[in-house]
């Protein structure tokens, strides 16, 4: 498995933007699904956004168009832009990754906070 650290979350008003980044260590991303979880308070943790290792792209609907992950794998990091932010946007944000050549995500980093006031 490889470590995840998630960094970019903060406070932002309704309709702004952030940039959510997730650095990979111990093992490089090419050869893995990555992706963006989130988990709102009191509620389960939703898929938010995948690129595989083919670069298909996967968004769930409640982002799409507003939302772009997107991964350097020269950088070993995975990225979300995040527009038009919503208060229903609050939630801690987990990035994610397969193994090496695998499906499921079986990595995760420790989340980073975004919270949209409005």
């Known amino acids: 498995q490889v470590q995840l650290v998630e960094s970019g979350g903060g406070l932002v008003q309704a309709g702004g933007s952030l940039r959510l980044s997730c650095a990979a260590s111990g093992g490089t991303l090419n050869f893995r699904n990555v992706g963006w979880s989130r988990q709102a308070p009191g509620k389960e943790r939703e898929f938010v956004a995948s690129?595989?290792?083919?670069?298909?792209?996967k968004y769930a609907d409640s982002v799409l168009g507003r939302f772009t992950i997107s991964r350097d794998n020269a950088k070993n990091s995975v990225y979300l832009q995040m527009t038009s932010l919503k208060p229903e946007d609050t939630a801690i944000y987990y990035c994610?990754?397969?193994?090496?050549?695998?499906?499921?995500?079986?990595?995760w980093g420790q989340g980073t906070q975004v919270t949209v006031s409005s």
């Open positions: 994610a990754a397969s193994g090496a050549f695998r499906t499921d995500f079986t990595s």
């Open positions: 690129v595989s290792r083919s670069a298909d792209l």
